[in-house]
């Protein structure tokens, strides 16, 4: 006789109990995750003395994340305006609400947001347990592999290979690369001008050209013009990238780029001066909030005055490591020296032939694709000396 299921009524209720009670683990799981856990941190984080968002159900601060960001970005703002509302809009609301050191909700995930330089300074010290955000946005992986995005040990190898690469004597033999790239902009600056002495240009595109073309030239050598294509390539898959993430990537997106603020990951639960941190929680380092920063500064922080460094940085910021583009600790920007020589060959072989002021049709709109950028361009009036 074949076997049917009514022989088996026992083995017929002991499935459906087992599919109602890996049901209710799973339903448990989410309702730990999405509710019971962001709760009990944000008490914890309360207790201790830090104020915040109060956290939403599933989703923290995520809409008011996008919209803040999205509204910032439509109306260009006046040159003398602080650049910050704009560039970090929902951060500098939150810091501004809730205090220097603060905490939102990237849905349940709590973001620690940090402005203050001593903590930031201990952050960037200890690599070990604060770490770099990995596994988060797959898009944005795509885009920083290599050094950017290793860890542990493998990170100590690779930074031990590529160091000597950017060694000041290296450095060195660099300069005639830097100054082709260079020429070869001021040279096509110098042919729009043709028989002009003014011109009206947008010198952003160039500038980009300029960063990658000297990448090309010293990491490629003599197959430059091939690396010249990877680099454009990369420029465009930034801009891609930064555009989807923003428009459905939400879980661990790289909310932050580095060069306006550092973020970190706890993966187990650290000190960080007074405060316990729980596993799971992602710090985000304000570099760019605490550059702007009238408790640092002085009254006269937004004003442009590069004469404020005149004396020292440790002078002016009263002996607090308060500035730090290029972030600090083991991590510190490997490409440091490069860009600044790079700048300053570049700012020079520019001052040498042209002065220049905004054009009257440029717009200020400071804004971040990876690093800050003027999303409308920058038109300068340009005239030949
Ligand atoms: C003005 C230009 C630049 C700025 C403001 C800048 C800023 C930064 C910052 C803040 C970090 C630390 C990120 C973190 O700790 O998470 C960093 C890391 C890094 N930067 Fe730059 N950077 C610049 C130019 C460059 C250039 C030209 C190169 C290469 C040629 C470069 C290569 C790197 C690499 C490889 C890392 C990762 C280092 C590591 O993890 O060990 N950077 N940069």
Redesign the pocket.
Known sequence: MEPSLSMFPVSGSVAKTAVAIVTLVYAWRFFDWVWLTPKKTEKRLRDQGLKGTSYTFLYGDINEIMKSTTESYVEPINLNDDIVPRVLSFAHRVVTTHGKNCFTWLGPTPLLHITNPSMIKEV?GNYQDFQ?QRGGNPLARMLAK???DVEGDQ?VKH?KI?NPAFHVEKLKHMVPAFYESCAEMVNKWEAALKEDFTCEMDVWPHLQTLAADV?SRTAFGSSYIEGRKIFELQREQAELVVIASRSFYIPGSRLYP??VA??RMIHKQTKLGSITLPAGTIMVLH?MLSHHDSDIWGKDVKEFKPERFSQGMSKVTKGQTAFI???GG???????N??ML??KMALAMILRRFSFELSPSYSHAPYTII?LQPQFGAHLSLHKL
């Open positions: 960037l770099k290599g050094l950017v990170w930074r590529i990448i580095p060069v550092i973020p570099t583009p290029f972030g083991p991590r510190v920007c490997i490409g440091q490069f860009a790079e700048a690093t």
